[in-house]
């Protein structure tokens, strides 16, 4: 396993963005049990979407999509999955989307990113890369309750302030039920 065979792009065609959805359909429907109008909700054709290549295969997305413009604007990470043969064989494949959204928000000029989440174990994931707990009540949905979460992307005389690098044993540590399994 190694970084450099992960390969993110923004999604170009029609063919690629096709192979976005069904990682969705996969993770988030087959896997997942969630139903088709809660992932395909009419917001996927005003936003970005990121694709991984792991190994020249396309095996995970996320979708970014900018909110608002007030304030330095504020931009929505979400839907990021990552097939289950890939996730489990290779954790760099969530970090590598995740630093490429960073870098996508951070040329739009934007400041803010939000989005939810639900299990635990991912939101040390999203911890570890800087993202908070907004405070808010969490939000319920069809059973389920999704904490609101935020990263300020701060300034530093014009400049985005980047943190800095998270290293392999840190990105484990953040899916200790992957590598469990994987290794197990």
């Not at 896997?31 to 295969?57: K, Y």
């Not at 939000?114 to 299990?119: A, K, N, R, W």
């Not at 690098?165 to 200790?176: C, I």
Request: charged share 30%; aromatic share 8%; proline share 4%.
């Amino acid at each position: 396993m190694t970084k450099s065979a992960i390969d993110v792009s923004i999604v170009k065609t029609l063919e690629e963005l096709e192979c976005a959805y069904d990682i969705r359909r996969e993770v988030f429907m087959a896997e997942g049990g969630e139903p088709e109008d809660e992932q395909f909700d009419g917001n996927d054709l005003c936003s970005v979407h990121l694709i991984a290549r792991w190994n020249e295969r396309i095996c995970g997305t996320m979708r970014i999509r900018i909110i608002s413009m007030d304030e330095g604007g504020t931009v929505i990470w979400e839907r990021l999955s990552v097939l289950k043969e890939a996730r489990e064989k290779n954790p760099w494949i969530f970090r590598s989307l995740l630093l490429n959204a960073k870098r996508y928000t951070e040329m739009m000029g934007l400041k803010t990113v939000i989005g939810i989440v639900e299990d635990p174990k991912l939101m040390r994931f999203w911890k570890l890369y800087g993202f908070k707990p907004t405070g808010e009540e969490p939000l319920n949905y069809r059973g389920h309750e999704y904490v609101p979460i935020k990263l300020s992307l701060e300034t530093i005389k014009g400049k985005v302030k980047v943190r800095e690098e998270v290293s392999l044993r840190q990105a484990v540590r953040a899916f200790p039920d992957v590598f469990a399994q994987a290794q197990g």
